[in-house]
């Protein structure tokens, strides 16, 4: 008698983000013996794509590398295309994952769609409500979702949406988001190595005795005014000499450009290239509070204490705001200014917004996820 293969399971993520929020599920697939768990990265962030993979012990099986210098947003996405097309037909695969709202994601499903292959859609229901904030993501998103047959909702408040537009509740399993899971595994990783993250030391000793502050931006919609206007923001909160300013700068020239001319020669400012994740993870360690328009940072930083203030006008991760672990700021100078004085003057405010309920999982989303993928096989 001929022994069945394992369901073949083909995970696809090409950026960052989605590499740090994949990698546990990577080895929670792979520690059941019932599948065959495969890797295809698309390479979207090549070398901060690698950083993870690195961190988090995933040796890709297809390595598409598809990215190629001031490559358009409709050029990504044909290459995408053919390449996961091509990739499916040759692997042919019982299902395909992805994760969350990139290009990848949503070309990841749609290539699977041609072909009838199932998908199962990690940190499914995340809305703004405004197709252009985050941009194109939340459209991203939304295609996953009416393609996935597996909805893997971060929180609650994800899952709700996505019943609302009505998607079969029994597609649709709260899981917690896996970012917290590789939060905790990274953690753990540099108390056991600190060399991991040791390339904080001398910011750390530079600036000891100093309320530090996280920030990072790298949003497109905020490129231009919001870009500048945060720049002003930060110059300004850098001006209390009691306050440093520690700013992994995304590599996108415009963000570069905005800020160096404001930012750039100011002592308690530093200006650092991408950090990998152990060293942002150690950064968030370290911070007092974290500036941001980033989706992921709003996840992680509350993990570990820190309040967060968002420099977006919407956000699909309300739950955030909600239970009072972030607050929405905008783009606008002044408002940027006085939430973030407020928090470094009052420490009650400051308080409420560390000791609130992280809302978004427990550290045993991936293992969840594992079960559900291997019981619909």
């Known amino acids: 008698m001929t022994t069945p293969r394992p369901a073949r399971i083909l995970l696809v993520f090409g950026t960052r983000p989605e590499a740090i929020k994949m990698f546990p599920i990577v080895h929670a697939l792979k520690a059941n013996p019932r599948l065959e768990t495969l890797v295809c990265v698309t390479a979207q962030h090549r070398g901060l794509l690698d950083q993870v993979l690195s961190i988090g012990n995933v040796v890709p099986d297809i390595d ?14 044909a290459r995408l295309l053919t390449e996961l097309g091509r990739v499916y037909d040759e692997i042919r695969p019982d299902r395909v994952v992805v994760q969350g709202d990139t290009a990848t994601a949503m070309v990841g499903a749609l290539a699977a769609y041609y072909r009838k292959i199932p998908v199962g859609h990690v940190e499914a ?22 393609i996935a047959d597996l909805h893997f909702a971060p929180t609650d408040t994800a899952a709700a949406a996505l019943i609302a537009e009505r998607i079969d509740p029994k597609t649709v399993h709260m899981t917690g988001n896996s970012v917290i899971d590789a939060l905790h595994a990274t953690r753990a990783r540099i108390a056991a190595e600190p060399a991991l993250a040791a390339g904080l030391d001398a910011l750390a000793d530079r600036f000891s005795g100093k309320r530090i502050i996280a920030v990072t931006t790298h949003r497109r919609e905020n490129f231009g005014g919001g870009m500048d206007a945060i720049a002003r923001a930060v110059a300004r909160i850098a001006d209390r000499p009691d306050v440093a300013i520690i700013f992994p700068v995304h590599p996108n020239p415009a963000v570069r450009r905005a800020m160096d001319p404001i930012l750039g020669a100011r002592d308690n400012v530093a200006m650092i290239d991408p950090l990998d994740y152990p060293h942002f993870v150690r950064l968030l360690g370290i911070a007092d509070l974290v500036l941001t328009d980033s989706g992921g940072v709003q996840e992680e930083a509350p993990a570990l204490g820190k309040p967060v203030l968002v420099m977006r006008e919407t956000t699909e991760r309300p739950e955030g705001i909600i239970a009072g672990t972030a607050r929405l700021v905008g783009t606008d100078e002044d408002r940027i200014v006085a939430e973030t004085l407020r928090l470094l003057d009052d420490p009650s405010a400051h308080a409420a917004m560390a000791q609130a309920h992280n809302p978004f999982g427990d550290g045993q989303t991936a293992p969840r996820i594992a079960r559900i993928i291997a019981d619909a096989v």
């Open 64 to 77: 598409l590398d598809i990215m190629a210098p001031n490559q358009s947003l409709d050029q990504l996405t």
């Open 125 to 146: 229901g995340l809305r703004s409500g405004d197709i252009y904030h985050p941009w194109p993501e939340e459209v991203n998103r939304r295609i996953v979702a009416t």
